[in-house]
């Protein structure tokens, strides 16, 4: 192939690369996520808030620490956790509204994962980690 015909031809993957990715791409520059190309049709998407770090959580300094536990959950009433839960799938509902995400659908788990599990609605769904919570 001759260098006009190669480059030609490189043109065409290029666009056929961008065509086949350009939905998603648009979907992270909305969320501003970063976009790593890293070959024809597939990328890395990457959410750069994950790069700050978690703020300190406070330690009862109490010497009856069990009592307290009892007490709150997680560092809270349970109100106060409660309150937090539904704000937080709020904002997930709000920063997901293109998709139709609905607060039955974002589950909060333990170890501080932000799902979205869309499989009641949409069988073929698979569950995906969005974020974290403290």
Known sequence: ???PARRLVAR???QADEALCARDDRIAERLGWQVTH???GS???RDPRFDRPAPPCEVPASSDRKERQ???VMGQSKADRDAAIKK???KVCATFAADGVRPDEVVLK???DIVVDRRA???QAVPMVIGKWS
């Open 1 to 3: 192939m001759t260098g």
């Open 12 to 14: 065409w993957v290029a």
């Open 88 to 90: 937080i799938k709020a």
């Open 38 to 40: 890293t070959g024809f």
């Open 110 to 112: 333990d170890n501080g």
């Open 121 to 123: 609605a949409y069988p």
């Open 43 to 45: 990328r890395t998407y």
């Open 70 to 72: 009892k007490e709150t």
